[in-house]
């Protein structure tokens, strides 16, 4: 197993533009999290999923951010328009959940940089 | 509040000195304990869990519920230990981990 994919790795984009970010978790997972990575804030849960059902999202910064799951193997991360700061490493989770307490399993990141 | 604390962002030891990352949290009823890492240009990954009781890679940590503490200790340090550690409680019956800022570890020979 790959283990979770993530693209695109790295992303450049000038303010306002509209930027999507893809995950997709490890096979058999059915819980799936995003994370934001800052120097500021260190490591920030924006929002997660189980069973494709977004669980809680008080994580997301404002409606400029978006999350889907539209199946089990599939999850984007929408932020339009996007701001400079947005600028930051974006981390998609998985795990296979049976209530809490089980290990989540990274991807590489995605670095986003707004200009 | 769910909080956890990791009050060292920078920790800077000698190779075979005694390691100890602090991790103090705040949170209501028994919470679940992890301790991840991410070494330079890898993934962020699980080292160990305060259910389990496992030693990993030398690494112990120990939860102290009068002091609501979960530091990670390891005796002697190795140069490849070097990397950023972040303590993650999880609330007993949810997924939803609150990691800490993190500390830096570094190792020099």
């Known amino acids: 197993d790959a283990g979770v994919i993530q693209s695109p790795r790295h992303e450049v984009t000038e303010m306002g533009q509209e930027v999507t970010l893809r995950c997709k978790p490890i096979?058999?997972?059915?819980?799936l999290f995003w994370y934001r990575q800052t120097m500021m804030r260190g490591l920030e849960l924006l929002i997660y999923?189980?069973?494709?059902?977004?669980?809680?999202d008080s994580g997301m910064p404002e409606d400029r951010f978006s999350a889907k799951m539209p199946n089990a193997s599939f999850s984007t991360l929408k932020i339009q328009p996007s701001e400079p700061r947005d600028s930051a490493v974006y981390f998609c989770?998985?795990?296979?959940?049976?209530?809490?307490?089980?290990?989540?399993?990274f991807g590489p990141g995605t670095r986003l940089l707004v200009l | 509040a769910q909080r956890v604390t990791q009050p060292e962002k920078l920790l800077s030891v000698f190779k075979g000195a005694p390691v100890e990352l602090k991790c103090n949290y705040s949170?209501?009823?028994?919470?679940?304990l992890f301790w991840y890492v991410q070494y330079s240009r890898q993934r962020l990954q699980l080292l160990l869990r305060?259910?389990s009781r496992e030693s990993i890679k030398g690494f112990t940590a120990d939860l102290n519920k009068g002091e609501t503490s979960f530091h990670l200790k390891k005796p002697f340090a190795q140069e490849e230990d070097s990397a950023m550690y972040y303590c993650?409680?999880?609330?007993?019956?949810?997924?939803?981990?609150?990691f800490g800022t993190g500390t830096r570890l570094l190792v020099s020979p």
């Open positions: 096979s058999g997972h059915n819980s």
């Open positions: 989770a998985s795990s296979f959940s049976r209530g809490s307490g089980e290990t989540q399993y």
């Open positions: 999923f189980n069973n494709n059902v977004p669980i809680d």
């Open positions: 305060h259910i």
């Open positions: 993650a409680p999880n609330r007993s019956g949810f997924q939803k981990l609150v």
């Open positions: 949170y209501s009823g028994s919470p679940e």
